[in-house]
């Protein structure tokens, strides 16, 4: 005996299993799972932006005391090297209220030694740091052969300069 088939059961194989709104369910599934798995780190995202932002402001903030700045004067070797600090006054800017100098007069005679003697933490390489011009003083002059040392070229003025650190 033949078997029947009712016409309303059977598939025509001109149409596709999966039709257009198939594939659009679908693709709306993915989006969501997608994205309910990108929404959590958001807030993770949102705070490296602001990081990242604060960070590149600090790198392209130009330095007060640029080094790579070609202005200055670049006097050769024809200097005497004789160093005047008048009325240093100076604190970190890290520690604006506490002050490291304060009215420190110093003079260095071209050509003698001339040893910094004091306690530690008293400042002396402070000292040194503000002459090759680390820091700005906060009120006061270093004068090197009667000419600031704001005024001369700094990557000339620390090429001048050596220092070797005590261990
Ligand atoms: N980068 C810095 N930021 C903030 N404070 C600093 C910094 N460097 C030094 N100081 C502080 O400045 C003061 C003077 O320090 P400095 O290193 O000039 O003393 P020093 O006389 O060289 O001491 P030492 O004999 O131990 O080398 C200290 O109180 C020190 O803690
Ligand atoms: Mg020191």
Known sequence: MPAKFSRKHSVSCEEP?????????????????????IVPQINAFTSAAAAASELFSVID?????????????????????SIEITNLAFAYPSRPGAPVLRDFNISLPAGKTTALVGASGSGKSTVVGLLERWYAPSS???????????????????SRIRLVQQV
């Open 140 to 158: 006061g002059s270093i004068m090197l052969d009667g000419i600031d040392i704001s005024d001369y070229n700094t990557q000339w003025l620390r």
């Open 17 to 37: 299993i999966l039709t257009d709104r198939h594939s659009v369910v679908f693709a709306a599934l993915i989006a969501a799972t997608s994205v309910s798995t």
């Open 61 to 81: 903030k130009r330095s007060e005391l640029d080094p790579l700045d070609g202005s200055g004067k670049m006097p050769g070797d024809r200097c005497d090297r």
